[in-house]
């Protein structure tokens, strides 16, 4: 009787290898895993993308002198201003990085934005405003995404 066991065993294995019974839902459980995140994927960099317009666009009206808070120097109403104008960024008035100074002042090559420095200038002057704000992310395992604006203007 012990040697039938190991028959019965390897009998049962070649039936289990050779039913098909629901073996559709399973590869359709793996290719619609993979399915879901690459549309998730999809979604997500389309939302970073229109959040990238949605900042430059408002940096933009921001540096063209449509609010006051630009050229006083009130940095608080200026993101008041570019939050508004926003979409899918989480905490916009607390996380958004800005920063306007004198053109003069920045190095050649490229500068991480702080946010630390926010300074009015004088009548006259190039200035160079910019900000940076995360985006909401939802795709597990994706790197934080961020946005960027910059605009140039004059000092009136």
């Known amino acids: 009787m012990g040697g039938d066991t190991p028959l019965i065993g390897k009998a049962r294995l070649r039936a289990f290898r050779r039913d098909i ?3 559709t839902a399973i590869e359709f459980a793996f290719i619609g895993m993979a399915f879901v995140v690459l549309l998730l994927g ?3 960099f389309a939302l970073a993308f229109m959040a990238q317009m949605y900042i430059h666009d408002a ?3 921001a540096a063209t002198g449509r609010t006051a808070g630009t050229y006083a120097g009130n940095r608080a109403q200026v993101k008041n201003q570019i939050c508004g104008r926003l979409i899918a960024i989480d905490n916009c008035v607390g996380s958004l990085l800005l ?3 004198p053109l003069a002042n920045y ?4 500068q991480p934005i702080t946010g630390a420095t926010f300074v009015a200038g004088t009548s006259g002057t190039m200035m160079l405003i910019r900000a ?3 985006v909401i992310t939802f795709v597990p395992g994706l790197p934080t ?3 960027t604006g910059a605009a140039l203007y004059t000092r009136p």
Request: without cysteine; proline residues 0%.
């Open 42 to 44: 999809i979604l997500q």
């Open 107 to 110: 190095a050649a090559g490229s």
């Open 59 to 61: 940096v933009s009206d």
């Open 99 to 101: 920063e306007t100074q």
């Open 145 to 147: 995404l961020h946005v």
């Open 21 to 23: 019974a629901g073996s």
């Open 132 to 134: 940076k704000a995360q």
